[in-house]
């Protein structure tokens, strides 16, 4: 297994362009997760989902929205990219049934906005 | 709400020697506890985990942690530190029937030799 994986791992965007960053998972985990790590700040969520076609906001939402189309992907989007958003983003799945299991994380993909 | 506090940004400690990051927790409920690890320019790796039963679990890479009620914490332990535990450890709590994961600012370990 794969387990979690981003694409793309680093990217640099300019002010007020768009991108989507994707997350796949292959362990048919329920739970789909998008946080950012910035510096001293530990991680931060962004977005999250239940399952297939839900998604729900986390406690830094603004300026970003999801999809989760498939129950394998879950997408990350930056409509227009501020320099604020310039940080580490990462994507984490867990099973469903309760909150006994950890959670997965994919590798991280550095996003810089100039 | 839910929260998880690591007090200290750094430990340092030298090879050989036993180990301490803290975290505390706060949480209305039952909590469920997480330790992971995370190296330069990877993602979080999952170490050790308490859901209920014996205070004391064990994880991997000989890491041990000790949930205590009482006093709200779950600080993680190593008898042992060796230069590879250098890296950033996080603390996080989830509470039954939350979807969510709550993550402590992170510690930074440094081991020297």
């Known amino acids: 297994n794969a387990g979690v994986t981003q694409t793309p791992k680093f990217r640099v965007l300019k002010t007020g362009q768009s991108m989507t960053l994707l997350c796949a998972q292959d362990m048919n985990h329920e739970y789909m997760y998008w946080y950012r790590q910035d510096p001293g700040m530990g991680l931060r969520l962004i977005h999250y989902s239940v399952g297939e076609g839900t998604t729900a906001k986390g406690e830094v939402p603004d300026g970003y929205n999801v999809s989760r189309l498939k129950k394998q992907n879950f997408l990350l989007g930056l409509e227009s990219a501020a320099p604020s958003q310039t940080s580490v983003y990462f994507c984490?799945?867990?099973?469903?049934?309760?909150?006994?299991?950890?959670?997965?994380f994919g590798p991280g993909t550095r996003l810089t906005v100039t | 709400a839910q929260s998880v506090a690591q007090p200290e940004d750094q430990v340092n400690v030298a090879e050989g020697n036993p180990l301490t990051v803290k975290c505390t927790y706060s949480v209305s409920g039952n909590p469920y506890l997480f330790w992971y690890v995370q190296y330069p320019n990877r993602g979080l790796q999952f170490l050790l985990k308490?859901?209920?039963?014996?205070?004391l679990v064990k994880g991997s890479y000989g890491f041990e942690a000790e949930f205590n009620k009482s006093q709200t914490s779950f600080h993680l332990k190593k008898p042992s530190a060796l230069v590879s535990d250098s890296a950033l450890y996080f603390c996080?709590?989830?509470?039954?029937?939350?979807?969510?994961?709550?993550f402590g600012s992170g510690t930074k370990l440094n081991v020297k030799p």
């Open positions: 996080a709590v989830r509470v039954w029937n939350f979807n969510k994961f709550y």
């Open positions: 308490y859901i209920t039963g014996d205070n």
């Open positions: 984490a799945s867990s099973p469903t049934s309760g909150a006994v299991y950890e959670q997965y």
